[in-house]
């Protein structure tokens, strides 16, 4: 089939190739939380941002455990203050089902041994419910690409305890980083540095699945419970710097 434009130009439609825009897929989200009005409020601003879809609601941990496992959601935004569990609790039971779900963490809690277990539980994200929404959306962003977050009003306090707290049940001792492989060391730097899986695979040329691996096994081997474990071990043998942190 043929066609002529206004100049006369003769077009062959067999010959046209029209190119299609990649529509970016939406990251889908469960909200955990007790309270409808908060829910309400986080989903609507959630739906007005391109980025996110909101895949379901939960109000409270039995239901936020089997709705993920239901709907397998990107990632999941867990209130820490829930009427039949704790959103610490729940993030451990979420993550140790699917650990494939990012997690982030918002609270009314600031003290600092809230934000440390969370991240021990496996949350990858922490925000306070006294921020403004951007700092959410900021969080969800970073987290969604496997990013650690916290909140901005609240790392301080995080630096200040990296290198005062004990790490749980280890002792940290280089004999025990020399059991690491080469690989895992240099994976277990890297962690420490605050890369994330999908940026020490595309440095390291290798898939994201198998620096999920190295991670799995140098909390193995080193007995550590969470990154913000690795971290202060990571410290305190000097491996890194934490003034970088600060």
């Given at each position: 089939m043929e066609y002529h434009t206004k100049q006369g130009?003769?077009?062959?439609?067999?010959?046209?190739?029209?190119?299609?825009?990649p529509v970016?897929?939406?990251?889908?989200?469960?909200?955990?939380?007790?309270?409808?009005l908060f829910r309400e409020g986080l989903k609507s601003m959630?739906?007005?941002?391109?980025?996110f879809t909101v895949a379901g609601e939960a109000g409270n941990g039995k239901e936020g455990l089997a709705m993920a496992k239901q709907l397998q959601p990107d990632m999941i935004i867990v209130d820490i203050s829930l009427p039949d569990i704790t959103g610490i609790n729940l993030t451990y039971d979420i993550r140790k089902a699917l650990p494939h779900i990012h997690?982030?963490?918002?609270?009314?809690?600031?003290?600092?041994?809230?934000?440390?277990?969370?991240?021990?539980?496996?949350?990858?994200?922490?925000?306070?419910?006294?921020?403004?929404?951007?700092?959410?959306?900021?969080?969800?962003?970073?987290v969604s690409k496997?990013?650690?977050?916290?909140?901005?009003?609240?790392?301080?306090?995080?630096?200040?305890?990296?290198?005062?707290?004990?790490?749980?049940e280890a002792k940290v001792s280089s004999d025990d980083y020399n059991s690491l492989t080469p690989r895992e060391q240099e994976v277990m730097r890297m962690l420490?540095?605050?890369?994330?899986?999908?940026?020490?695979?595309?440095?390291?040329?290798?898939?994201?699945?198998?620096?999920?691996n190295h991670r799995a096994n140098i909390m193995k081997k080193l007995n550590l419970k969470g990154t913000m474990?690795?971290?202060?071990?990571?410290?305190?043998?000097?491996?890194?710097?934490?003034?970088?942190?600060?």
């Open positions: 130009i003769r077009v062959d439609c067999n010959q046209v190739h029209i190119r299609s825009i970016k897929k939406k990251r889908s989200i469960l909200i955990v939380d007790d309270h409808p959630l739906e007005r941002d391109r980025r997690i982030i963490i918002v609270s009314m809690h600031s003290k600092i041994d809230y934000i440390t277990e969370a991240f021990q539980a496996g949350a990858t994200g922490y925000v306070s419910k006294d921020s403004a929404s951007d700092m959410l959306l900021q969080g969800l962003e970073k496997g990013e650690f977050f916290i909140d901005t009003s609240l790392s301080h306090q995080v630096i200040e305890r990296l290198t005062g707290l004990p790490i749980r420490a540095e605050g890369s994330s899986p999908k940026e020490i695979a595309s440095r390291l040329y290798i898939s994201p699945k198998t620096v999920e474990e690795l971290v202060r071990y990571a410290a305190r043998i000097g491996l890194i710097d934490i003034d970088l942190w600060k």
